[in-house]
């Protein structure tokens, strides 16, 4: 997990799909793909917001009947 950058600040354009807001990660992605490591997962005051520019989910098993898909906003 990336602690030393943020993707996303107050006032900024993050909040929108702009190819400007991704600039930022380019040498964290370098690092984490020199390790092994294919994506880096990023949060935004404690929340999950993407992993890079990818779409994500996430499976929660809910019950033994019940399984829940959820995506960030």
């Not at 909040?15 to 990023?42: C, D, F, M, R, T």
């Not at 005051?45 to 809910?62: H, L, P, Q, R, Y």
């Amino acid at each position: 997990m990336e602690t030393r950058l943020d993707r996303g600040c107050a006032k900024s354009a993050y909040s929108y799909k702009l190819g400007s807001n991704y600039s930022p990660y380019i040498l964290s992605q370098k690092e984490v793909n020199a390790n092994g490591w294919h994506n880096i997962l990023w949060t935004h005051t404690g929340v999950v917001s993407e992993i890079n520019g990818c779409n994500m989910m996430f499976v929660v098993k809910n019950s033994e009947t019940e399984i829940e898909i959820i995506t960030p906003e």
